[in-house]
């Protein structure tokens, strides 16, 4: 069946790095666009970043370019966000989704927090 | 950026009513390029609605949208004691941007 699954999240001190893993399967990943959108505790949804089937990234937040990478690897299924100089603001649950006209496929999330 | 303005932040209703929830754009939306997502506590949102109008595969008749511009808008004609949960209306014209969210409670 169509899943995706997150991995990678954890406790991490402001500065630090960390890189979340997206595994997909039941579908052709490299058909389709695929993202992170991220929500903070009692929030709501934030894009984080997207990118194209053939790798083209678009960083959605701000507050994200320059820090977090986006990339995928086709022969792998699967999806990656390298993030960098993280800072408090990037607690989050960070869910992986499939794009087809909106976010039909959503993974399970994986949980960030960085805290000293 | 276009930034999207859901309103209520709350709608407070009982079984059985009708929801009108409200998810308004600072600048149009070109090709009614708008969704709206379902969440309930501890899940994963659920895509609805796509392209303002267009109900996802599964999703139950009662839930319907409306709407172009800047204006939308997602109606449930019959609440029933699932459709409790926060409503978020998405764009994907310009980039994508998010609505805060609209929570539907129970009265």
């Known amino acids: 069946q169509v899943q995706l699954v997150e991995s990678g999240g954890g406790l991490v001190k402001p500065g630090g790095s960390l890189r979340l893993s997206c595994a997909a399967s039941g579908f052709t990943f490299s058909d389709y666009y695929m993202s992170w959108i991220r929500q903070a505790p009692g929030k709501g949804l934030e894009c984080v970043s997207y990118?194209?089937?053939?790798?083209?990234?678009?960083y959605c937040a701000d507050s994200v370019r320059g820090r977090f990478i986006i990339s995928r690897d086709n022969a792998r299924n699967s999806l990656y966000l390298q993030m960098n100089n993280l800072r408090a603001e990037d607690t989050a649950v960070y869910y992986c989704g499939r794009w087809s006209g909106g976010l039909d496929v959503w993974g399970q999330g994986t949980t960030v927090t960085v805290s000293s | 950026e276009i930034v999207l303005t859901q309103s209520p932040g709350t709608l407070s209703l009982s079984p059985g009513e009708r929801a009108t929830l409200s998810c308004r754009a600072s600048?149009?939306?070109?090709?009614?390029?708008l969704v709206w997502y379902q969440q309930k506590p501890g899940q994963a949102p659920r895509v609805l609605i796509y392209?303002?109008?267009i109900r996802a595969v599964g999703i139950p008749d009662r839930f319907s949208g409306s709407g172009s511009g800047t204006d939308f808008a997602l109606t449930i004609s019959r609440l029933e004691p699932e459709d409790f949960a926060v409503y978020y209306c998405q764009q994907h014209a310009y980039s994508w941007t998010f609505g805060q969210g609209t929570k539907v409670e129970i009265k």
């Open positions: 392209e303002a109008s």
């Open positions: 990118i194209s089937g053939s790798g083209i990234p678009i």
């Open positions: 600048q149009s939306v070109s090709n009614n390029y």
